[in-house]
């Protein structure tokens, strides 16, 4: 048996990382055969793999939806290819731990996975990562407690605000629109580094001012805090913010949180990112093609899970440039019909 190195989640609800090591049984143990890149790509893993999925908070949708597709790989495969997803700080973290070998799938910001293939941001050296697809659209979410006095982001000056947990997708985006603001980042916000959950506790009993979040709609942690304290909180409208935040990054697009996703008085223009699933460039093609077709298959499956999975589609599919595709997600695609 082959088993690619894991770090195991056991269940939604545990929160523990257990390591577990790569066994094999005259098979290869993870990354690709050295000859991979020369052999034919046909989406059959003949072998037992494990893979592990890095997604991201535990009440966020990268972790819901990462279950979900972890759940689905063993039966659109044979019982040849499993999964196991397990909770992350998400996406730096994510691409950190993906190229270090802790696990073989990661979810990602697509402002993240940009600068990890060219060496930036919070990478200092081009990253081995490689594109299975796009995926669904982050929303950034901007939330303030009313009492805060919080209309915009410039008046987060000296307000406790949290920027997601360390080496997220979600505080690279916080820190660039505090800084498309007008404000430094490390100077002029209390900074609360806290993960979704904490952070909601944080504005339900008022330690939190407001805080950033980057995740598909409707996200779980959210959408608790409206339904128990959605007189306390409001969005903050980002469209000001756009301009600058399109001239760091194309990813960075326009977007609305429609009402009725957390039942609020009306949209809140925002900023959408794309996601992308990413794996190393060494990943074994067939299973790299077999992880692809299954998110697209068993999409409707991903949905039930969580709605932002709906706009999965094979007409965005490709659209990862210039973080490459996999070849093993190009014979997928391709067979699918993506354009």
């Known amino acids: 048996m082959r088993r690619i190195d894991v770090r195991l989640v056991a269940g939604l609800s545990v929160l523990a990382l257990v390591a577990v090591g790569a066994a094999g049984c005259g098979g290869q143990q993870g990354g690709a055969a050295k000859d991979d890149a020369a052999s034919e790509v046909t989406c059959e893993v003949t072998k037992e793999t494990r893979v592990g999925i890095a997604t991201g908070n535990a009440t966020g949708v990268y972790y819901v939806v990462g279950n979900a597709l972890a759940g689905q790989l063993s039966g659109a495969t044979g019982g040849k290819l499993s999964g196991t997803a397990a909770e992350t700080g998400a996406s730096v973290q994510n691409v950190e731990q993906l190229v270090g070998g802790q696990y073989d799938v990661a979810f990602s910001l697509f402002d993240t996975a940009v600068n990890a293939v060219e060496g930036k ?93 980057s995740g598909g709609l409707p996200t779980g942690g959210l959408t608790d805090l409206f339904t128990t304290a959605g007189d306390s909180v409001t969005f903050v409208d980002l469209a000001p913010l756009l301009p600058k935040m399109a001239a760091l990054s194309p990813g960075y697009q326009e977007g609305t949180i429609g009402r009725d996703v957390y039942r609020t008085a009306s949209d809140t223009p925002t900023i959408v990112v794309p996601n992308v699933l990413l794996v190393r460039k060494d990943l074994d093609a067939n299973v790299a093609c077999a992880i692809t077709r299954t998110v697209f298959d068993k999409r409707d499956a991903l949905a039930q899970a969580n709605p932002a999975a709906k706009g999965i589609s094979l007409e965005k599919a490709r659209r990862t440039l210039p973080v490459p595709l996999h070849r093993g997600a190009e014979k997928a695609l391709t067979d699918l019909g993506a354009n």
Request: net charge positive; aromatic share 6%.
């Open 121 to 213: 941001g919070s990478f200092t050296a081009p990253q081995p990562v490689q594109a299975l697809a796009r995926i669904y659209d982050n929303y950034t979410q901007v939330v303030v407690r009313n009492d805060s006095k919080i209309t915009s982001v410039a008046d987060m000056r000296g307000k406790r605000i949290s920027t997601g947990s360390p080496k997220s997708g979600t505080e690279v985006i916080a820190n660039r629109l505090l800084e498309a603001a007008g404000l430094d980042p490390a100077k002029d916000i209390r900074a609360q580094r806290l993960d979704l959950t904490k952070t909601v506790e944080g504005i339900k009993d008022g330690s939190v001012d407001g805080f950033f979040w």
